[in-house]
């Protein structure tokens, strides 16, 4: 998978007063930028739509007869339960909810916690209260998450901690700060910014041995992050876990759950069987470029 844009009028002008490296770098991070900026205005008009809990409702089983469902997949796939990030909402994952459901995903939610929590367990708590009300409701026994920066923290101390790897299959995390996070210090003000510090009591019980861990972990990080310092805290690193770690190239951090090629990533992700996934863990993961 490649992340690909229009190339801006300036380049030849930045290749010439640059070293060619450099410039590679400069114009790579001019267009992630422009598109972050992109990206923020337009969650900004969806943002109130996603204010609210969406709707609850027991999963529709596809008609044969209905030509836009009679070329997905059959075969029974785990609910998607979707977790945004911090000082969010659901509606950032309308496009993946889109790729998700036409490709096969028949029961995919959502979860918005309050924009004033205040701390990660209780978060935590709240998404495997979620998650066992979907089961009981669906029917299935294990539920794949996606979460989003905090969302993905979110669902890992869910998984590590709270015993969620008896429900969660494969857990996906975009742009998540899984050894914590040094930028904008100024935002300390908020009790969850700093459980998502690097040190925090928090991120300490996630460093604890967790032995049988049986949820596969898949850790989208961009090399282009601006709210990862450093970088590869959003890669997931502990002997005790199955993780494949997936290096992403060329855009920042709003435009991780919301580019095409990433949610090709992540069907992927969702869709490898176990054996396959530690496969390509073992082989340092997938890369994105």
Same mark, same amino acid.
């Given at each position: 998978? #490649?992340?690909?844009?229009?190339?801006?009028?300036?380049?030849?002008?930045?290749?010439?007063?640059?070293?060619?490296?450099?410039?590679?770098?400069? $114009?790579?991070?001019? #267009?992630?930028?422009?598109?972050?900026?992109?990206?923020?205005?337009?969650?900004?008009?969806?943002?109130?739509?996603?204010?609210?809990?969406?709707?609850?409702?027991?999963?529709?089983?596809?008609?044969?007869?209905?030509?836009?469902?009679? *070329?997905?997949?059959?075969?029974? #796939?785990p609910p998607?339960?979707?977790?945004?990030?911090?000082?969010?909402?659901?509606?950032?994952?309308?496009?993946?909810?889109?790729?998700?459901?036409?490709?096969?995903? *028949?029961?995919?939610?959502?979860?918005?916690?309050?924009?004033?929590?205040?701390?990660?367990?209780?978060? !935590?708590?709240?998404?495997?209260?979620?998650?066992?009300?979907?089961?009981?409701?669906?029917?299935?026994?294990?539920?794949?998450?996606?979460?989003?920066?905090?969302?993905?923290?979110?669902?890992?101390?869910?998984?590590?901690?709270?015993?969620?790897?008896? /429900?969660?299959?494969?857990?996906?995390?975009?742009?998540?700060?899984?050894?914590?996070? /040094?930028?904008?210090?100024?935002?300390? !003000?908020?009790?969850?910014v700093r459980?998502?510090?690097?040190?925090?009591?928090?991120?300490?019980?996630?460093?604890?041995?967790a032995p049988?861990?049986?949820?596969?972990? $898949?850790?989208?990080?961009?090399?282009?992050?601006?709210?990862?310092?450093?970088?590869?805290?959003?890669?997931?690193?502990?002997?005790?876990?199955? $993780? *494949?770690?997936?290096?992403?190239?060329?855009?920042?951090?709003?435009?991780?759950?919301?580019?095409?090629?990433?949610?090709?990533?992540?069907? *992927?992700?969702?869709?490898?069987?176990?054996?396959?996934?530690? !496969?390509?863990?073992?082989?340092?993961?997938?890369?994105?470029?």
């Open positions: 998978m #490649k992340v690909t844009g229009a190339v801006p009028p300036f380049l030849p002008l930045c290749q010439r007063l640059l070293p060619s490296r450099l410039a590679d770098l400069s $114009v790579a991070l001019l #267009k992630a930028t422009a598109l972050e900026i992109a990206i923020l205005a337009g969650h900004l008009l969806l943002y109130p739509s996603g204010i609210t809990q969406e709707r609850r409702t027991a999963p529709a089983l596809p008609s044969q007869d209905d030509p836009d469902t009679a *070329q997905l997949p059959t075969e029974t #796939k998607v339960v979707l977790l945004h990030g911090f000082i969010d909402n659901r509606s950032v994952f309308v496009l993946l909810r889109r790729s998700l459901a036409q490709h096969g995903r *028949q029961q995919v939610e959502s979860l918005n916690y309050s924009p004033l929590t205040c701390d990660i367990r209780s978060a !935590a708590e709240l998404l495997g209260r979620h998650i066992e009300e979907i089961c009981a409701r669906t029917g299935s026994r294990q539920v794949d998450v996606v979460g989003h920066s905090l969302g993905g923290l979110i669902a890992r101390y869910y998984v590590q901690c709270l015993g969620g790897d008896l /429900r969660v299959r494969t857990l996906v995390t975009l742009g998540t700060p899984h050894s914590g996070t /040094r930028v904008v210090p100024l935002a300390n !003000a908020h009790p969850i459980q998502m510090r690097p040190g925090s009591e928090v991120l300490e019980e996630l460093t604890r041995p049988g861990c049986r949820t596969h972990f $898949v850790s989208f990080w961009s090399d282009l992050d601006h709210l990862m310092d450093p970088l590869e805290t959003a890669c997931v690193d502990h002997p005790d876990l199955m $993780v *494949q770690n997936v290096r992403v190239s060329g855009i920042g951090h709003l435009a991780l759950p919301v580019h095409p090629a990433v949610a090709t990533g992540i069907r *992927q992700a969702l869709d490898t069987d176990r054996t396959g996934a530690e !496969a390509a863990a073992q082989a340092d993961g997938l890369t994105v470029a």
